[in-house]
């Protein structure tokens, strides 16, 4: 591999976002030669900042793991096209992804023994059940429906509801707003009132936990309202970025996931017929898809890494998408492969800011890609490929709709 020479600086590039045609799980078009050339590259930033590119896997891993990477908002210059101009605010309270220590500790160890592999595991039985009442109502109702809307979508809403004590029953008054957050081009006024709304509704339910009615509930917010010192603000704020974080990630990997797997009907196959498979193919599923796809770091020193230095105040865009397809670190990484041992892959992040909700997630997709695939195993989409949309302008990628129909028996 030929990396780029200090002393002959190539020109800044700029953040490729358009995928390639026919390629609905790849990522854009040009991170995988720019990765090969130069997997921490400089990068001219819409506001005309010039910062950085990391597209390596061993080079992301270093600057999540380095503590002297920010991941305050407001030091970040914004790496896509259209966002808006200026600089960002700090973090709401209670947004853990915009924090650093000690602030972030503090939140981490609150929360971080309450979504442990065992308290996650035990709750297998409660997923499999709910992935059962909606694969049953599909059923019900017959071939031919949207499975973002019938399947993906409602199984981690329900889940992350009844874990953090938030009525179902309500979805409509927060998943809206959690959507709108999610968004890469809304104007600053539609993501300003669709926080302001959210924390509206959080607020709502802290203070009838506060209050006495959560004395009863055994729940996430129920417990952090009783037994943690945190404020009502930052248990609202905390509320509010978990509820965000819930809704959206584990149901486009469901999504996605079904996609790519409808059409690799080998992999499909394979998931269908060995149950001993889901949790591996789970780990390559986030890997290939990756739909978390992008992060951003700001240098708080200088730093010197892999020969370039990084000045303090500078900026490094954290392409995942492009190390979770880096060769240096998976063979064939093009392939979808469920038999692969997919560990070290950044679909989850890395570090400190590592997704809090992993073990989750995990559980969720192991229990319904299978589970969806041996229900319904004449599983196909309903119209072409490249027919189903996309979600080109989300932070979290996936598809809006994933048409899909089967045989009845």
């Known amino acids: 591999m030929q990396h780029e020479h200090a002393s002959h600086p190539a020109e800044p590039v700029t953040l490729p976002t358009r995928r ?12 995988a030669e720019l990765r090969g050339q130069r997997p921490l590259a400089r990068m001219t930033y819409p506001d005309g900042h010039v910062g950085w590119l990391a597209t390596g896997h061993a080079t992301i891993r270093a600057i999540m793991g380095d503590p002297r990477f920010s991941s305050r908002y407001e030091l970040m210059h914004h790496p896509f096209p259209g966002a808006p101009e200026g600089p960002l605010p700090p973090a709401p309270v209670g947004d853990m992804t915009g924090m650093d220590a000690p602030e972030h500790t503090r939140f981490r160890r609150l929360l971080a023994g309450r979504f442990t592999v065992r308290r996650m595991r035990l709750l297998t039985a409660r997923v499999e059940e709910i992935t059962a009442e909606h694969l049953d109502a599909m059923e019900r109702r017959g ?60 607020a709502e339910l802290v203070a009838a936990k506060r209050t006495g009615k959560a004395e009863d509930s055994d ?52 998931l269908r017929t060995d149950p001993d498979l889901a949790p591996q193919a789970v780990e390559e599923l986030m890997r290939y898809l990756t739909v978390a796809h992008t992060g951003v770091k700001s240098a708080l020193e200088d730093i010197e890494l892999e020969g370039r230095l990084i000045r303090a105040g500078e900026s490094v865009t954290l392409s995942f998408e492009a190390a979770n397809r880096d060769p240096e670190r998976f063979p064939d990484p093009d392939v979808l492969d469920l038999r692969r041992k997919a560990t070290g892959h950044l679909g989850f992040g890395h570090g400190i800011h590592q997704c809090l909700g992993q073990q989750l997630a995990r559980v969720e997709l192991t229990v319904a890609l299978p589970a969806l695939l041996r229900r319904f195993p004449t599983l196909r989409l309903a119209g072409p490929a490249e027919d189903v949309p996309l979600r080109t302008d989300m932070s979290i990628y996936g598809v809006h709709r994933l048409p899909v129909t089967w045989d009845e028996v």
């Open 143 to 202: 071939p031919g429906t949207d499975l973002v809307e019938a399947f993906a979508r409602p199984l981690p809403a329900l889940m992350i509801c009844e874990l953090l004590g938030v009525p179902y029953g309500d979805r409509d008054r927060f998943q809206g707003h959690a959507h709108t957050l999610m968004a890469m081009d809304v104007t600053p006024e539609d993501r300003y009132a669709a926080f302001a709304g959210l924390q509206e509704y959080m």
């Open 219 to 270: 729940d996430l917010l129920g417990d952090l309202a009783r037994e943690s010192d945190l404020t009502d603000e930052e248990l609202v704020g905390v509320g509010g970025f978990l509820l965000a974080a819930g809704l959206d990630t584990t149901a486009n990997m469901i999504a996605h996931g079904t996609f790519a797997l409808l059409c690799n009907p080998d992999q499909a196959e394979a």
């Open 20 to 31: 390639a045609a026919g390629c609905p799980f790849d990522p854009p078009a040009g991170l």
